[in-house]
């Protein structure tokens, strides 16, 4: 559209414009210089602007149709070698008789049945394999149809040694052959896979733990979950590994000898840029430049408020980060402290904050005396006997002081776990006298781990309790041994919160008759006088015919009362995983004597991880190869940054 004067006329004139620049004149609210003269031009005239609509795509399509050329070629979504990562020629020999493992494990839920088998080369490279099972099976069946698909993928890449390793234990010790195999539908399963294994030179299936088999449970849960087409089909799963997070840009230092602050420091002297700059690295120079000040040859950092901060190379960076945490005057400070205390000095690098932080982290120091971890470190397990009187924890009470009139110091308090022995470590419960005793009665002795009460739970719970009762019920308490009879009947006859019965009537079918209710007697020692001899015995043969149901009923309380107290625990608990080489502080228990008294640290170590569990238990070794004893709990155990 070109702009002129127009002459006037006596008739009303619509001018339709579809240019953006008539909307900007006229929609503006104010404007200024030749624009604004336009404006006051065109506004003699009644001009409307009309948006300028969008191109269809049929208008686009049919151009094209009518443009198309003879020498197209339409273009192919296909390509035959799409799969191919890298083509390398490799002996054939070696690679038969290289060691290669294979994981596997089959779900079934309602959701579906999937399963996931993972192998891994020699060379540590993961080829995972995941399958969709459309028909139903048990999850018996779907660990066998992993270990087939595993077995079949091995071969298929000619692997000749093969370590087997799943967490089914059913299924490995069958194929182990120690375990006999009556099932009628993993039969099949078993003869099917000893045929397999005859083709491999060498063979072995391993039974591990769930928690270290995880990536193939979560390809076979993926299998099940996921709805899959038949004609559907979806590559591999490639799983990245990023050090630093996306949105912001990370520092690399580069090692060629000189200082971060080079090129800075050039094109503040000579306005020059690096040789092979691009414009985006000449346009981060300029604004760099713009907030550091160079006298002679000391560069200076101008802060936000305005204070000049010595720029420095990485090896005084390191000197001043040294000295300032840990130095004459230095306070051992956290991580981002520290780095404001070398600002406040006067100090500065680009990765200031980030070298500060790692500095502090790796401080023996600060690690040892570091605050105790009170957060669980796994999730908790309960123990559940499966009938009254199979499993017993044993604890003892004391030292007591003062000592009873007769001597006593100790209380050893036994609980039923509803024909194993749990105690915890105390040295009395560990004596040659005991070893005879288990050994004579066929009795299973397992301790628990040091300074645990969690390990003993019951026992601790029962202990705390009875010293209650005991506290309240004694007068003189050198007398305390005469008042723990009272103290067993008044605990032995009170409602347990896990269980919702008590003790007494778990063990005999009735309820305990008080003493009150013999000076005032309560309606059922008023029946029971009115009976005879041998009614009453009838009446007490029917209630210990009951007995199993009450039992069985506190049985299915005392679970569901354990799965509240799991999900409360679990909810303040953070995971602390720990592998084997990995070096760890322990935390130093109270009973450890120590001489350096107050100034005791609450770690000690380094050790090295030699053993890990599933369960959180560890078994540690000194630097020189000397390894515990007994195990340690994770709770006692933090990483050590070296």
């Not at 414009?279 to 204070?307: P, V």
């Not at 051992?332 to 406040?344: C, E, P, T, W, Y």
């Not at 509803?418 to 419960?429: E, G, P, Q, R």
């Not at 301790?447 to 645990?452: A, D, E, I």
Request: contains cysteine.
């Amino acid at each position: 559209m070109t702009t002129g004067r127009i002459n006037q006329v006596y008739h009303t004139t619509w001018l339709i414009a579809k240019l953006d620049p008539i909307k900007y004149i006229f929609e503006k609210p104010s404007l200024s210089g030749r624009v604004a003269r336009w404006q006051v031009l065109l506004s003699e005239y009644d001009i409307v602007y009309v948006s300028q609509k969008a191109i269809k795509g049929s208008a686009i399509a049919d151009f094209l149709a009518e443009r198309v050329e003879e020498d197209y070629e339409p273009m192919e979504f296909e390509f035959p070698d799409e799969d191919l990562m890298s083509i390398c020629q490799t002996s054939g020999e070696e690679s038969e008789k290289e060691n290669w493992k294979m994981f596997f494990d089959g779900a079934s839920n309602a959701l579906g049945h999937g399963i996931g088998v993972v192998l891994v080369s020699p060379e540590g490279d993961h080829y995972p394999v995941i399958a969709k099972l459309n028909f139903y099976c048990t999850n018996n069946v779907a660990e066998y149809e992993a270990c087939v698909m595993g077995i079949q993928a091995a071969i298929e890449r000619k692997i000749h040694i093969l370590e087997v390793y799943g967490d089914s234990a059913l299924v490995i010790y069958q194929l182990r052959g120690e375990w006999e195999t009556r099932d009628s539908k993993l039969v099949r399963y078993h003869k099917y896979v000893s045929k397999l294994i005859e083709n491999f030179d060498e063979i072995c299936f391993n039974h591990l733990p769930r928690e270290e088999n995880q990536m193939a449970d979560a390809l076979a849960t993926l299998a099940a979950i996921f709805k899959v087409g038949t004609n559907v089909k979806i590559q591999p799963i490639m799983i990245n590994l990023r050090e630093c997070p996306a949105h912001c840009s990370s520092v690399e230092e580069e090692i060629d000898g000189k200082p971060w602050y080079h090129d800075i420091v050039h094109y503040l002297k000579f306005q020059q840029y690096p040789d092979q700059s691009s414009e985006n690295d000449k346009k981060t120079i300029r604004r760099l430049a713009m907030n550091f000040f160079l006298d002679g040859n000391i560069l200076y950092k101008r802060s936000r408020d305005q204070t000049l901060l010595r720029c420095v190379d990485s090896i005084e960076a390191r000197r001043i980060v040294k000295e300032v945490h840990e130095g004459v005057c230095g306070a051992h400070a956290s991580g981002h402290k520290l780095a404001r205390q070398v600002m406040r000095a006067g100090y500065y690098w680009l990765t200031l904050e980030k070298d500060c932080i790692d500095f502090a982290r790796k401080c023996h120091k600060c690690q040892i005396y570091a605050d105790r971890i009170h957060t669980p470190a796994n999730s908790l397990h309960v123990l559940t006997s499966p009938w009254p009187f199979s499993m017993w924890g044993m604890d003892m009470i004391g030292l007591i002081t003062p000592k009873a009139s007769n001597g006593h110091r100790f209380i050893l308090v036994a609980i039923d776990y509803f024909t194993k022995i749990i105690t915890d470590n105390a040295s009395n419960l560990n004596g040659s006298m005991m070893k005879e005793v288990c050994a004579k009665f066929k009795i299973k002795h397992h301790n628990s781990t040091p300074y645990r009460p969690k390990m003993n739970g019951a026992v601790e719970a029962a202990n705390k309790n009875i010293k209650r009762i005991i506290e309240k019920m004694t007068d003189i308490y050198k007398d305390w041994h005469e008042k723990l009879p009272f103290a067993l009947h008044a605990y032995r006859t009170t409602v347990r919160t896990s269980t919702g019965a008590t003790p007494f009537s778990l063990v005999y079918g009735m309820e305990a008759v008080l003493p009150i209710e013999v000076e005032i007697p309560s309606l059922r020692v008023l029946k029971e006088v009115q009976l005879e001899e041998a009614e009453w015995v009838n009446a007490r043969y029917e209630q210990l015919n009951l007995i199993e149901e009450k039992r069985l009923t506190a049985l299915c309380h005392g679970q569901l009362y354990q799965k509240r107290m799991m999900r409360a625990y679990d909810k303040k608990a953070h995971s602390r995983q720990f592998r084997e080489g990995e070096l760890v502080l322990k935390r130093i228990l109270p009973n450890q004597h120590d001489l350096r008294g107050k100034w005791t640290p609450n770690w000690e170590g380094p050790f090295v991880v030699k053993k890990a569990f599933s369960g959180g238990a560890l078994i540690l070794a000194e630097m020189d190869g000397r390894e515990f004893s007994n195990p340690v709990n994770a709770d006692a155990v933090k990483k050590y940054f070296a």
